[in-house]
């Protein structure tokens, strides 16, 4: 199995920059640590969007 191309270090600068600038957005869900085991079922049928944070 081949390892997952991260891309260069010029090309990681010019997300970090686009980051920065506003014009990427990440979208991050949070949940309690009682709600694990839903965010999980959630998860592995595609039904979370973008970041699942579980928050202890």
Known sequence: MAAP????RAELIEVVDLARSGALRAHVETFGLDET????????????????????
Do not use: D, L, N
């Open 37 to 56: 085991p839903e965010v999980y079922e959630r998860f592995h049928h595609g039904q979370i969007k973008g970041f699942a944070v579980i928050v202890p």
């Open 5 to 8: 191309y991260w891309g260069s």
